[in-house]
Each structure stands twice: as C-alpha cells, then as structure tokens.
C-alpha cells in the first residue's frame, strides 16, 4: 500500500528562522512528487512537482529537493505570511493515483 | 486564471438526510478527484474519475455515496443518509494528463 509520511506534525518558527520539512514516501512506481500550502478553510495551493532524484524547485523562500525516498520543502528566512500547513503528495501507477500525507502545520512568529 | 468551482461552500444538514456537492473542474482537464479531508488530517481520495469513467473509488462508502461526472465535465458527489461521521472538508480537484491536480475552495459539510 502506498505510504507517504511527514514530519514534523507542527513546527514553531520564529521569523527569519530557516528550517526543513521532510516527507518521505513508500510507492510502487512514483511518477511525480508534489507539495501544496494549505490554509485554514481553504482548498489546497499547488506549489511545485519534482519527478525524478536530485531535482530541485525554488519559489521565493522555499525549496523543494527529492531523493529517491524522501522530499524536502525547504523554507529560508521565513515571514508570518508563510504560516499554513504544507502538504506533500506522492503521484504514482497507471491511472494517476495521488496519495496525501498529513501535512506540517508552520506557525511563524514576528 | 482558470480555477476549480465547488459549491456550495459551507453546508449544515441533519443526520440521516441527503446531501448534494457540486464540481465544475478547470475547462480541458480529464482527470477529477473527489477527496475528503477531516480536520488535521490530509486528503483522502474518494474517487478518481478519467472522462467520465471511474478508475479510482475503492475508498468511497458505496453504501450511501455516490459520484457521477456525467458527458465528463462538470461532477456531483451525494451522501444519502449522512451520518455525524461525515462531517469533513469536501474537495474537488482536476489536472491534466500526468501533471499536478489543483484543488478548488471546498465544501465545508456540518451534520448535526
């Protein structure tokens, strides 16, 4: 069964304190890696997709980087406006399955 | 720029009634997706449809959901009878051929 796994559940960051979030993901034949931001009530964002080890997308303060078993979102020097929960998404098979973990919830103070 | 239309966006029903929720997906794309999502929890995938064909809904309680994309365009998802355990973040999203699914707002679904 496919498995995608992040960590941590919740991080607490203080303003321009850069950190990491990693996903990590057990799939038979991953095609694509996909994260989203996700805000309260709200449907969620798309923000970039990797496909294959060793790929890299940037976008403002954030970095996605993919290796063949995990998934970094790297976010630098953070803004409270970055606050949301980030979603990483494994998209594998024939017909397109997309499997969701939990997400990390970043709170980040002025 | 083009987006995923639900609606309704908030709906309140009684245990026991049906429940209706509509999808209007980005023009062109074939491939939509119904997912449940429960508060701090990710999206779960109710059902996958290719076109109007459904290639996916082996996590949809058949029981008293059900899910049509009639002519493969525009879809609905009901819930009949609802139950408390429903109530949960309705999310519809739609993506071409071997690239990233976008999401619309949601349907936000209370059962008292």
């Known amino acids: 069964e496919d498995q995608v796994t992040q960590s941590p559940e919740a991080l607490r960051l203080q303003e321009g304190e850069s950190s990491s979030l990693n996903c990590s993901y057990t799939?038979?034949?991953?095609?694509?890696l996909f994260w989203y931001r996700q805000d309260p009530g709200k449907g969620p964002e798309f923000l970039f997709t990797?496909?294959?080890a060793g790929e890299e997308k940037e976008k403002e303060r954030l970095k996605a980087t993919l290796t063949k078993k995990e998934s970094f979102l790297h976010i630098t020097a953070p803004k409270p406006e970055d606050s949301a929960t980030y979603l990483c998404?494994?998209?594998?098979?024939?017909?397109?399955?997309?499997?969701f973990g939990i997400g990390t919830k970043l709170q980040v103070i002025p | 720029e083009a987006e995923v239309a639900q609606s309704p966006r908030y709906k309140i029903t009684e245990k026991s009634q049906a429940v209706a929720f509509w999808c209007d997906p980005i023009?062109?794309?074939?491939?939509l997706y119904w997912y449940r999502q429960i508060l701090g929890q990710g999206p779960e995938l109710l059902v996958q449809?290719?076109?109007?064909?459904?290639?996916?809904d082996s996590q949809l309680p058949k029981d008293r959901f059900s899910a049509e994309r009639l002519k493969g365009v525009d879809s609905t998802l009901k819930i009949q009878p609802a139950e408390l355990g429903d109530s949960a973040m309705y999310l519809c999203?739609?993506?071409?051929?071997?690239?990233?699914?976008?999401f619309g707002q949601g349907t936000r679904l209370t059962v008292v």
């Open positions: 449809f290719q076109d109007e064909s459904v290639v996916d």
């Open positions: 023009s062109g794309h074939a491939t």
């Open positions: 999203a739609s993506s071409l051929m071997d690239t990233e699914a976008f």
């Open positions: 998404a494994a998209y594998s098979g024939g017909y397109q399955k997309v499997t």
């Open positions: 799939v038979s034949g991953l095609r694509g």
């Open positions: 990797l496909y294959s």
